[in-house]
């Protein structure tokens, strides 16, 4: 079983920026990549972006150019780093695996974009 805790989630205006980080433990080897998700209110969940154990990244069109992903293969952790952030953008983050275990979903953190 994988377990992911993330943080880092607050509250910004728009233009902003926040980090968010997200630690996984657990059988972290049968993992090839760790993707940050985002779930809106009355929205389904979406992927935003992951990273291979590589540090190959993907990112969803919605924030490329905006959101960058990095990793810390030593400390099992992942970072998205937020930057001119919109309301749009306002949503619990998790971190899951890609594709997502199921059963391993956090709590999520929650980013709210507002002025």
């Known amino acids: 079983q994988v377990q992911f805790v993330e943080s880092g989630g607050g509250v910004v205006q728009p233009g902003g920026s926040l980090r968010l980080s997200c630690e996984a433990s657990?059988?972290?080897?049968?993992?090839?990549?760790m993707g940050w998700y985002r779930q809106a209110a009355g929205k389904q969940r979406e992927l935003v972006g992951s990273?291979?154990?590589?540090?190959?990244?993907w990112y969803a069109d919605s924030v490329k150019g905006r959101f960058t992903i990095s990793g810390d293969n030593a400390k099992n952790t992942i970072y998205l780093q937020m930057n001119s952030l919109k309301p749009e953008d306002t949503a619990v983050y998790f971190c899951?695996?890609?594709?997502?275990?199921?059963?391993?979903w956090g709590q999520g953190t929650q980013v709210t974009v507002s002025s």
């Open positions: 990273i291979t154990s590589g540090g190959s990244t």
């Open positions: 657990g059988m972290m080897f049968r993992i090839a990549a």
């Open positions: 899951n695996a890609r594709p997502g275990i199921p059963g391993s």
